[in-house]
């Protein structure tokens, strides 16, 4: 039976998962309550996610609502051209990792934004999907028709016609993360690789800051893993890991600031990241690792 209270009016009127979307388990507990939604965690695979069920219009009107202070809403990091080599420095780690298992062939970038980690992927044939028409008008200013604007579930290709599919900093935005796993495993050709690049809610910073984690931002992050729970998924799914590590990134102390304000224009490190981010301070290039973000590869498993 789960344990749950709803804070307000608001969250009692909206309809609501009964089981977890991930493992099927009718049993979940209560995390927290944030941004007026629920977030709560299945007493099964252990994944974190918002008990309110959403709509692609309800994210629509999240992400690209026109009100002011709005920019609270968006990525300065990809805003941010400056910033473009700091996010290759990931980008060109993960691809020496995909070409230890295959050396060329056709990649599908899920949520591929302006197309930065397909401009990495010299010797490919690149494939992109963006639901934003100002990140995918720039992606496609590289790369062509091959970019889809639109989102995942409206994406029509032959089944079997990817050699690797990427999703880094998207899966947990999908509204049904099993149908998405399910579509993939379906567009990729036999033995082809999947990669899944998440938050990690069971790192040790994670585990400190608790509610307070800049990664906990319903309703942009609907869906919250950890190594158990999203091992879970893909098992389901079909699919085997076989590489998983905390790879590290490249940041302007600017970046670090802004994720701290968690997009919040009203926050102090909002604030903050406004004031230095132009200075020769926040300009600085670090290394972080926190263990807070986990990438996976995994390889689709023949049925039978």
Known sequence: ???????????????????CPVCGHPLFKKKYSINHYTLVQCCACQVIFVREKLSQQDLDQYYFKEVDGAEGKKDCVY????????????????????????????????????????????????????????YSKVAKSKHGERIFEGTFEDYQVPDNFFDCISMQDVFDHMLDPMAVLEKCRRLLKPDGILVVKVHDLSCLYARMTGKN??????????????????????????????????????????????????????SIFFHLHRWIEKTWFGRQKIHKNLHDIITIIAVKKSQG
């Open 213 to 266: 984690f800049y990664a906990l931002i319903p309703p942009a992050h609907l869906f919250f893993y950890n190594r158990p729970s999203l091992k879970t998924a893909l098992q389901k799914a079909s699919f085997e890991i076989i590489f998983s590590k905390h790879i590290g990134h490249l940041m302007f102390l600017s970046t670090i600031v802004y994720r701290l304000s968690r997009k919040d224009p009203q």
């Open 79 to 134: 805003l941010d051209e400056e910033n473009i080599e700091n996010l290759s420095y990931y980008y060109r780690r993960l691809k020496a990792l995909i070409l230890k298992r295959i050396q060329t062939g056709k990649v599908l970038d899920i949520g591929c934004n302006a197309g930065y980690f397909l401009d990495v992927m010299d010797g490919f044939e690149c494939y992109g999907v963006e639901r934003s028409p100002d």
């Open 1 to 19: 039976m789960t344990n749950l209270n709803d804070d307000s009016q608001e969250l009692l009127t909206r309809p609501q998962h009964v089981r």
